[in-house]
C-alpha cells in the first residue's frame, strides 16, 4: 500500500472479517456486512489482534493474521462458532491511516 504506514497511536479506517474453522463459510463478525467500513480512532485502545494485524500496515495493504480463541474471547472461548482451543483467522484491509498527533 502507500501512504503512512499504521503504528500504536495511530487511527485508521478498515475492513476485516474474523473467522472460526467451526465455520470458514461463515465469518464470526465482519465490517463488510454493514454499510460503512470500522473506524479506529487516533490514541483509543486497539485489540490485541488488530494491532498484531495493523502494525506496519500501509493504506491499501491487506494482512491475514491467526490467534487462539483464548487470545480474543478469553479462556471460555465463543462457542459454538469459536470454541476453546479453537484457531481464529482475522482478515484487515487497511484504506486510511490517521497519524496519531
Same mark, same amino acid.
Given at each position: 500500500?502507500?501512504?503512512?504506514?499504521?503504528?500504536?497511536?495511530?487511527?485508521?479506517?478498515?475492513?476485516?472479517?474474523?473467522?472460526?474453522?467451526?465455520?470458514?463459510?461463515?465469518?464470526?463478525?465482519?465490517?463488510?456486512?454493514?454499510?460503512?467500513?470500522? !473506524?479506529?480512532?487516533?490514541?483509543? $485502545?486497539? &485489540?490485541? #489482534?488488530?494491532? /498484531?494485524?495493523?502494525?506496519?500496515?500501509?493504506?491499501?495493504? *491487506?494482512?491475514?493474521?491467526?490467534?487462539?480463541?483464548?487470545?480474543?474471547?478469553?479462556?471460555?472461548? !465463543?462457542?459454538?462458532?469459536?470454541? $476453546?482451543? &479453537?484457531? #481464529?483467522?482475522? /482478515?484487515?484491509?487497511?484504506?486510511?491511516?490517521?497519524?496519531? *498527533?
Amino acid at each position: 500500500g502507500d501512504g503512512p504506514a499504521w503504528a500504536p497511536g495511530a487511527g485508521a479506517t478498515l475492513d476485516y472479517a474474523l473467522w472460526s474453522p467451526a465455520d470458514p463459510a461463515a465469518p464470526i463478525d465482519t465490517s463488510l456486512l454493514r454499510w460503512y467500513p470500522h !473506524r479506529i480512532e487516533v490514541h483509543r $485502545p486497539v &485489540a490485541p #489482534l488488530f494491532a /498484531q494485524a495493523l502494525s506496519g500496515l500501509r493504506p491499501g495493504g *491487506r494482512r491475514v493474521v491467526r490467534a487462539p480463541v483464548e487470545e480474543v474471547y478469553g479462556p471460555e472461548g !465463543r462457542p459454538p462458532l469459536a470454541p $476453546p482451543g &479453537a484457531t #481464529l483467522v482475522l /482478515q484487515v484491509d487497511l484504506l486510511a491511516v490517521e497519524p496519531a *498527533r
